[in-house]
Every structure is written in C-alpha cells, then in structure tokens.
C-alpha cells in the first residue's frame, strides 16, 4: 500500500491522472485508493478506522473533479498516503481507533447533517418563492 500511495501522491500520478482526464482520472484514482481500503477490512480494522480512509478518498475525489484547483488540491491532500499512514499506524494499535479518528468521523458526519439540514430549508424556501 506505501508503495502505491507513493506512486499516485509523491510520484503526482493522481493529479496528473485528473488533469489529463478530468472526472475519468479523478475516478481512476480513487478506484485505485479503494486498495487500502480493502486492506483495512480484510486486516480487520475497526470500522470507524474504515470510515475515515473512505472519507479521505471521498474529499479527495469530490473536490478533484473541480479542473485544475482539485488537482492543486491533491498534490497537498493525498488521501492515499494518508490512508496508508492509517493503515500502518492502526495496525499497531491492533487495528483500534484513537479518539481522533472518532472525532473526525463525527465532525464528517455532523457536516452532513448540517449540509443536509441546510439544502432541505433552500429547497422549501425555494419552493415556497415559486409558489408565491
């Protein structure tokens, strides 16, 4: 996995994939990062653990697809050397969560609620507008 997350974050092969191909490559690496993340279930990593690598590549992915400020974005970011640091740290740890990785599942998690929350009042506010 650190060798993979070498090639696509150190070697800048994810941001390049997403420049070159914008969407596709944003898509090819994360399909790519899906590796850690099948590392950490088969190795029986606490889900919260599972929760955060997912989150990582979800940031990563979500604001990649934007052309040429996600690929800026992703040569600071790397999920995928976050998640292999994940991957390596937990393991130690038998594959346990810190209260970190609860805190920043729940905060992810708050976020969208709170996101949710916010698009349903825009929408019956909108709604509403269209009505009257």
Do not use: C
């Amino acid at each position: 996995m650190q060798k993979l997350a070498r090639v696509l974050d150190h070697y800048l092969v994810d941001p390049i994939l997403g420049l070159i191909a914008p969407g596709a490559g944003d898509l090819a690496g994360s399909l790519l990062g899906l590796y850690a993340i099948s590392l950490a279930i088969r190795r029986r990593m606490s889900p919260v653990i599972i929760a955060r690598m997912l989150l990582n590549l979800s940031i990563d992915a979500l604001l990649g697809i934007v052309p040429v400020l996600g690929d800026l974005f992703d040569l600071g970011f790397r999920a995928n050397a976050r998640n292999a640091k994940l991957l390596v740290e937990r393991s130690e740890r038998d594959g346990r969560a810190t209260a970190r990785d609860w805190l920043t599942v729940a905060g992810a998690a708050l976020l969208f609620l709170l996101g949710t929350i916010g698009l349903a009042v825009y929408a019956v506010v909108a709604l509403l507008r269209a009505l009257f």
